[in-house]
């Protein structure tokens, strides 16, 4: 058995399009066009890459994009009088700060400093709290993608064994509840839980994150489920040769086994090309949500958790 390859890429259109029709019947029907303001500090180059993206993905879907650029020696105090100043603009409904952030500045501090209501990344203490509590929240952009793209396979999750590898607090924890909020059985694993292997053997759901080039085996998967690979590490691919400087060229990687895991699961994401799309549409379609709340009106339908 070879497992259906999800397409993210593929999916992640379908988000911006569902987006778009939102953003469209928000400015003809009640005159509103959501907003998102992006905050970048300093000139780390992946992060200028992916505010790039934001902000191009965000016009692209007839929203309003925002983005500040600080220097790197931003005072921390400078960064949340920003902040204060976004929170109180009707015009912007989402806001994220890219990170990670300068040593001199404190990312817990300046994260709930932000408008819980206007937190598009969900990383407020508040949000976790309403997330784990199962109330009314704004979900994390990863996990809220990889939910999406579960449901969109499997149809109900309900009953299902989902083994969620990884505990961090972007990725693994918020899954975890995103899971049982549709009536799974959770485990979160990692890389201490003992026997492992047997542990994702009896699950109908993996999603692994733990941050390991090919850390999940194949062997491990029980035939027929569906595995979500969140990680992305770059390895070195002497197959692909050199660059000009002589460092061997690299490419990247998931946290599972594709090779092996492919042939028994049922369904997998490929890396890349699986959750990363995601992650940008799931943040346009909380900022949409974010607006639709602020305003007393209906979330949009297929963009919420």
Known sequence: ??????????????????????????????????????????????????????????????????????????SQEELLELLDRLNADPEIHGILVQLPLPSHVDEELVINRIDPDKDVDGFHISNVGRLATGQKSMVPCTPLGCLMMLRDQRGSLSGLDAVVIGRSNIVGKPMAQLLLGDSCTVTIAHSRTRDLPEVVRRADVVVAAVGRPGFVRGEWIKPGA???DVGINRIEAPEKGTNEDGSVKTRLVGDVDFDGAVQIAGAITPVPGGVGPMTIACLLANTVTACCRANGLNEPEGLTA
């Open 1 to 74: 058995m070879t497992a259906q390859i999800i397409d993210g890429k593929a999916f992640a259109a379908e988000v911006r399009e569902k987006v778009a029709g939102h953003v469209s019947r928000l400015k003809q029907e009640h005159g509103i066009t959501p907003g998102l303001a992006v905050v970048l500090v300093g000139e780390d180059p992946a992060s200028q890459v992916y505010v790039r993206n934001k902000g191009k993905q965000t016009i692209e879907v007839g929203m309003s994009s925002f983005e500040h650029k600080l220097p790197a020696e931003t």
């Open 226 to 228: 569906t595995v979500i």
